[in-house]
């Protein structure tokens, strides 16, 4: 082993995620569980809190539980803080998977999302946990090259800026140096990120501060329709009463509604932080994704992924009982840690500082759980972001919202509707 590898090893040791120990802390406490409310929200990540924003912005007063004594404690604050456009195939790939008109709806829907995220951060004081950044996914294939390149052409015929560059102009957006096993990338100016925890607990309390209610440490146990209508939502502190129902739990989805055990699919997620670096890069990916970074905003770069070489690419995982993420793989921290000199040669001694876990949640068609359960009146899932939820976090609370106040939402792609599974 060598003496970065040794770094590496001996200080990676927190549990939490860059997020998680750097955001600012939850300082309202909870209320009593009321007997009755009209919305209840199952999950106070950042689905579940913004969904409740949206609620008081048309003058509702939603319940949020949440079974962690915070928002953002699980998947939402153990991310990558990417609010990148684009579902979760690139754009040529999505056109050939559900034809261009909802190819398009699904891409169209990422930035209306990040308009809504510039202009709700601006209105509630939010403005330094969003971080204007660019998009550049790499190839070092072939085959890739010429999807990214496909991309890039579906992308400008449609309106959006993109280009594919080749190596030396990848090299000078890209702000540091890549190695000659790169062919160039698919560059996308106009991004976002986002610190995670900072982002999502600001939009809790932005709800809260217009009347939602937030009552952490109270795990829901049972959603069960009421006779003549309504829900009861069992938690281990009582029950409540609700016209509507949100079941916005992610991976943990199925405890509360197991008919959707077969379609949502936990997934182990991993991620490495370095020590600060003196270079600026954008959001970057790899390997279709499989492989991808960016960085916090003290400078450090996050890499993420490799599932490719862990047993079962990380899918599939047993969910812990009562905490919020599996345990790191320690290997894996190693195989990231090797990987990130290797893609960016300027980083080889810089220490790994940090690493942590955390659980997306993946359907077989890799398109979310938005809308309406069929069939039962009151019941709305939102959920299974495929390890894209940052993409929709406002668009899709915001035309759920409208839903389950008898609007349209026409902003929910059709290939989100949960009906499609049940």
Partial sequence: ????????????????????????EWTRGSAPLPRHTGVCVLGAGVMGSTLA?????????????????????????????????????????AIERHGHAEALALYQATL????????????????TTRHATAKLDLAVEEDEALELKRTAEALRSD???????????????????????????????????????AYVRGMA???????????????AMSVEPVQGGGWLVTTDAGQVAAEHVVVALNAWTPR????????????????????????????????????????????????????????????????????????????????LATALPALLPETTGVPVVRAWSGVMAFTPDRCPLVGAWPGREGLWVMAAFNGHGMPYSQVM????????????????????DPARFL
């Fill in 53 to 93: 924003y949206w609620l008081t912005r048309a003058g509702q007063r939603p319940l949020v539980l949440d079974r962690n004594p915070s928002p953002a404690m699980g998947s939402s604050g153990r991310n990558a803080g990417r609010l990148i456009q684009g579902g979760h195939a690139q754009h040529a790939v």
């Fill in 397 to 416: 609370p915001e035309q759920l919202a409208e839903r389950i106040l008898g609007g349209p939402g026409a902003g929910i792609p059709t290939a989100f």
């Fill in 256 to 335: 509360l509604l197991p008919e959707l055990a077969p379609v949502i699919q936990p997934v182990r997620g991993q991620l490495v932080q370095t020590a600060p670096v003196p270079f600026r890069i954008p959001q970057w990916g790899l390997d279709r994704g499989l492989v991808y970074g960016g960085q916090a905003p003290d400078g450090s770069l996050l890499l993420g992924g490799l599932r490719t070489t862990v047993p079962g690419r990380d899918e599939g995982i047993d969910l812990p009982q009562d905490g919020n993420t599996p345990a790191f793989s320690p290997e894996l921290a190693d195989r």
């Fill in 205 to 219: 309390d932005a709800a809260a501060r217009a009347g939602a209610e937030f009552v952490c440490g109270v795990t």
């Fill in 159 to 197: 309106g959006i800026p993109a280009e594919w560059l080749d190596l030396p102009a990848a090299r000078e957006v890209f702000g540091t140096d890549l190695p000659d096993t790169v062919l160039g990338g698919l560059y996308r100016p106009d991004q976002d990120s986002v610190h995670s925890v």
């Fill in 112 to 127: 209306v999302n990040r308009d809504l995220v510039r202009e709700v951060v601006a209105r509630e004081g939010l403005e």
């Fill in 1 to 24: 082993m060598t003496g970065r590898d040794s770094t590496t090893r001996t200080s990676m040791q927190s549990p939490d995620s860059y997020w998680l120990t750097t955001g600012p």
